[in-house]
């Protein structure tokens, strides 16, 4: 599968964006998706991931209640909405998938996107 993440741009503190990962190729319905982000001089983190039918859901604790995880099987996307967002969120953010269960650690999703720029401002 193919997995192609936008939506990231410049937002003022405070602000709300969408980000979005499209896949193609093999049915998208088969794969966890999870969500991770990496700023510069820091190690990628986990943020946020679903399930394959999308009725379970994983966030990261610095994130709860900020940011919300969807998906669209019928449009083979993915969604992840950045609520409140603060100048600590400024990352590269990046979609994967998995063909085996839920993983909060990056090493166990075999397809990635190229990432999506998030910058915050203050």
């Known amino acids: 599968v193919q997995l192609q993440a936008s939506g990231g741009g410049l937002v003022q503190a405070g602000g709300s964006l969408r980000l979005s990962c499209a896949a193609s190729g093999r049915t998208f319905s088969v794969y966890h998706v999870g969500w991770f982000r990496q700023a510069p001089g820091k190690e990628r983190e986990f943020m946020s991931g679903i399930s394959r039918s999308g009725g379970n859901t994983y966030y990261a604790d610095s994130v709860k209640g900020r940011f919300t995880i969807s998906r669209d099987n019928a449009k083979n996307t993915v969604y992840l909405q950045l609520n409140n967002l603060k100048p600590d969120d400024t990352a590269v953010y990046y979609c994967?998938?998995?063909?085996?269960?839920?993983?909060?650690?990056?090493?166990?999703?075999?397809?990635w996107g190229q990432g999506t720029q998030v910058t915050v401002s203050s």
């Open positions: 994967a998938a998995t063909q085996y269960g839920y993983s909060r650690y990056g090493n166990e999703y075999e397809y």
